[in-house]
């Protein structure tokens, strides 16, 4: 965890890998991971998360400015689930607006680059998460995917990455339900299969841990503008319509 942390102050930043880095933490629970008997398949693994998805007590933006210092009450599924196995969370990685772009540049960090070339992206939406492994910040990274967010960072930095089959484990996002789903980047094929199996095969669980999101329940229209478009499970989940529609919560950000 150490020599992650160290890689991660002197690179993280001038290759836009990071949102927010949890050093303190990180390395009160590598020694607390240390002193105790494994208790997870993932027991000291050093891992970032990916910042579209919530963890509890982490701030969470999910890209986006107007929910910059977001802090999640409840943990994802694929995140609680990493969390119980035992990873060490290193930080949450840059990805981009909600998570739709093809590279992953945003108001709160620098543009996540690939370190195989300079100024070459990292693509998105888990750009972040591909530029930690491949500059060795991170073993390996959560990432998440719906149309090529974790394979086309993958191929960009030189790495892994694998989307499982729709319904094997819980939904990344409730807007991308049918679309998306939440796996490993890592720089081999042996590295990214470390990650265990058996917790990620719920059938299309319900999502979780977007419960009171600020700017979408509307409690900060003079913080954000966002243009969202919307279906009704993610109506459903996130109680902004009644019907698809374009939602427009008006605020200064133009």
């Known amino acids: 965890t150490a020599h992650y942390l160290a890689r991660i102050a002197r690179h993280g930043e001038a290759l836009g890998a990071f949102i927010n880095v949890f050093a303190d933490a990180a390395m009160a629970g590598a020694r607390r991971a240390d002193s105790q008997p494994p208790e997870g398949l993932l027991h000291g693994l050093p891992m970032p998360l990916k910042d579209l998805h919530p963890a509890a007590g982490l701030p969470t933006s999910m890209g986006c400015a107007a929910l910059e210092g977001w802090i999640p009450a409840q943990d994802g599924a694929v995140v609680g689930r990493l969390r119980q196995a035992g990873i ?54 959560h990432a998440s995917d719906g149309l090529g967010s974790t394979r086309t960072p993958a191929s960009n930095c030189g790495l892994v990455g694998f989307k499982p089959s729709r319904g094997r484990i819980p939904s990344v996002l409730p807007g991308w339900y049918q679309l998306g789903s939440e796996g490993p980047v890592a720089r081999t094929v042996g590295d990214g299969v470390v990650l265990p199996p058996a917790p990620w095969t719920d059938r299309f669980a319900q999502p979780d841990g977007w419960a009171n999101v600020p700017v979408l329940t ?32 008006s605020a200064g950000l133009s």
């Open 88 to 141: 060490v969370v290193l930080g949450k990685t840059h990805a981009p607006e909600f998570g739709p772009c093809c590279y992953t540049e945003t108001q709160l960090a620098p543009p996540a680059l690939s370190p195989y070339g300079q100024g070459l992206s990292a693509s998105g939406s888990s750009g972040g998460a591909a530029a930690a492994v491949a500059a060795g910040l991170a073993p390996l990274a």
């Open 218 to 249: 509307g409690n900060n229209h003079d913080e954000a503008r966002l243009f969202l478009m919307v279906n009704p499970l993610l109506v459903q989940h996130w109680k902004v319509l009644d019907e698809p529609r374009y939602l427009a919560v």
